[in-house]
């Protein structure tokens, strides 16, 4: 499974971002989709996770109801919608794949096996 992450940019405290993440080469109908996001000097914190079957989705905890992890099956594709955006959401945001991954383990990343390059989002004060 190929991962291309995209969506992230410039924008304001308060605004609001979508990412995607388009899979090819397999379906993810069976995978957990997550998005992870490391920031400069930190490490990679888990953001949200969806389980593509059944459409369960799951939360950090830093997340506090901003966002919001989608998807849409017929274009094998995972969003993340950001909104209320703050300058601490600054980071180079990731999304990953797995289809051997158990829910205990969805907020650890040295679980996914497919990785989509990095997007960057950055939120100006």
């Known amino acids: 499974v190929q991962l291309q992450a995209s969506g992230g940019g410039l924008v304001q405290a308060g605004g609001s971002l979508r990412l995607s993440c388009a899979a090819s080469g397999a379906t993810i109908r069976s995978y957990y989709m997550g998005w992870f996001r490391q920031a400069p000097g930190k490490e990679r914190e888990f953001v949200a996770a969806?389980?593509?079957?059944?459409?369960?989705?799951y939360y950090g905890d830093f997340v506090e109801g901003r966002f919001t992890i989608a998807k849409d099956n017929a274009k094998n594709t995972v969003y993340l919608q950001m909104s209320s955006l703050r300058p601490e959401d600054t980071a180079v945001y990731s999304c990953?794949?797995?289809?051997?991954?158990?829910?205990?383990?969805?907020?650890?990343?040295?679980?996914?096996?497919?990785w989509g390059q990095g997007t960057q989002v950055t939120v100006s004060s």
């Open positions: 990953a794949g797995s289809n051997t991954l158990i829910l205990s383990s969805i907020r650890n990343p040295r679980y996914y096996t497919y």
């Open positions: 969806i389980r593509y079957s059944s459409g369960s989705t």
